[in-house]
């Protein structure tokens, strides 16, 4: 069969059928890009569409546990509701997820990146992220509207699994962001914007490799929001409270953070000491 021939229509019904169920951007790029690559797999091995040609198919990616389960959920949605086909994924063994700790940022580095930028814009968005927890994706989709000065909260619209949640505006932001809108010349809704209108994720990946650069680390969006995460619960701020603040449905996600915090481990003496 020619699977080449066919892969657009496949690929259009995925786009269509994830919209109508009100799926993300990001996981209907992920979803078209993974049926894709199976579907030109297929093509150059000559293999059938079936259970045999998945096995075949994951076992030559050769891929890291988190992409391989992405793998699986993209061909479980494209056989189940594409095809109409569902067939048992339980067959295709799949090792556990692999559990790592948050990366988080020290203090001192993070005052250092503000410290080593004298772009408004570039400093806003560092201090964004770190101060609210937010997501990438959350920060560029932020309007002007959402930012509530009097009460010093941001309103994070659809979020992950396309939930609302109320998060803060640090106090020390607050002038920064005054500043910044006084100078800017807006011509979206939105807090940040680029050539084409918002601005872009990478954009921001790009300030952040900039900024840390300059203080010899690496640094990620999402590593910024666990620093946010973890040093609340450094400060003594209840579990719970952090668990609204990031939007996680389940507990047991923000738990992993007391796993990272020293809080309590600095409080233990060492035997050295007792000498």
Known sequence: MDYTRNKEGYLKEIRDLCILKG???????TYCYN??????FLERSRLNLNQGGVKSYLLAQNLAVNTMRLQYASLRF????????????EEIPIRKKEKTLPKVISVEKIRGMVDATDNLKHKIVLKLLYSSGLRLQELIDLKRSDMDFDRGMIHVRKGKGK?????LMSEALKMDLLKYYSKEKFETDYVFEGRNGKYTKKSVQKVLKELGKRVGIRVTPHMLRHSFATHLLE??????????????????????????SNKDLSKIKSPLDNL
């Open 23 to 29: 799926f993300s951007r990001q996981t209907i790029k």
């Open 35 to 40: 049926v894709g690559r199976f579907l030109d």
């Open 78 to 89: 494209f056989f189940s509701e594409i095809l109409k086909r569902p067939f048992s994924f």
């Open 163 to 167: 939930k609302d949640r109320m998060t």
């Open 235 to 260: 400060q003594g701020t209840d579990i719970r409270h952090i668990q609204k603040l990031l939007g996680h449905s389940d507990l047991s996600t923000t738990e992993i953070y007391t796993k990272v």
